[in-house]
């Protein structure tokens, strides 16, 4: 009996032993760790998409362990991510070129872009000057569709419906306002290099500036697309 409790008692330090040299074999994985890896892969996309991101919340897995060796991180984010939407990302984990681990995070940034407002309340049908709008650093995820960058993107645009002071303005809710009408003379000029060339001609559609209409050659009778450059004039190609 005495030797049997000797013998179990061995073997009870011998677990010991070897449990505490298994810890002291793992390295943990520590949240500043995880964080700069993420850190890495927005500072990728701010560079691609020209945006202010940063992280508004993370979550970590507590209590990761890997072998000790050289440690590897690699985050990855879906495909069809865009930089805003609240996401999953793929934590990897490899020691010494082996993966050992892979997790998920889930991720919820802030990201902010140059975007067009209204500089003040906008009425429905409004063509817009650019004394209407102004270029702030708006919150991606609360603009919504397609909003756009530049000022004279919008200008002499009209408005389909009413926007609110400091909302962005998207393409959608643009329309181009007609400066050439269908049956109306305008003059067509086309130019290649040093050459250019004016003729007579007729809208046979409506159209605002930068807008393609299908004109024709008062001459020769043919039909054609030509972009609108005023209230006169449309452009070709040759």
Do not use: Y
Not at 91 to 98: D, S, Y
Request: with cysteine.
């Amino acid at each position: 009996m005495k030797l049997l409790r000797g013998i179990l008692a061995a073997t009870l330090v011998l677990l010991v032993v070897l449990s505490a040299c298994a810890d002291a074999a793992q390295k943990p994985l520590a949240e500043p760790e995880i964080r700069a890896a993420v850190e890495r892969l927005l500072a990728q996309k701010q560079a691609a998409t020209g945006w202010e991101i940063s992280i508004r919340q993370l979550s970590v897995p507590r209590g990761v362990a890997t072998s000790v060796g050289t440690r590897e991180i690699e985050i990855i984010a879906p495909g069809g991510w865009s930089g805003w939407e609240p996401v999953s990302l793929a934590l990897v984990v490899r020691v010494n070129g082996r993966v050992e681990k892979n997790l998920s995070l889930r991720l919820l940034v802030d990201a902010r872009a140059d975007m067009v407002v209204a500089a003040r309340q906008l009425a429905a049908n409004a063509v817009l000057t650019a004394d209407d709008l102004q270029v702030v650093k708006h919150e991606v995820a609360q603009a919504g569709g397609q909003p756009l960058a530049r000022v004279s993107e919008a200008v002499g645009k009209k408005l389909r419906a009413a926007v609110r002071s400091g909302v962005p303005i998207r393409a959608g809710q643009l329309a181009s306002v007609p400066v050439v009408v269908s049956g109306q003379l305008v003059t067509i000029i086309a130019e290649n290099g040093g050459v250019r060339i004016t003729v007579a001609g007729r809208a046979r559609s409506s159209g605002g500036i930068g807008d393609l209409i299908r004109v024709q050659n008062l001459l020769s009778h043919k039909e054609f697309p030509a972009r609108v450059l005023d209230s006169s004039t449309v452009e070709v190609g040759f």
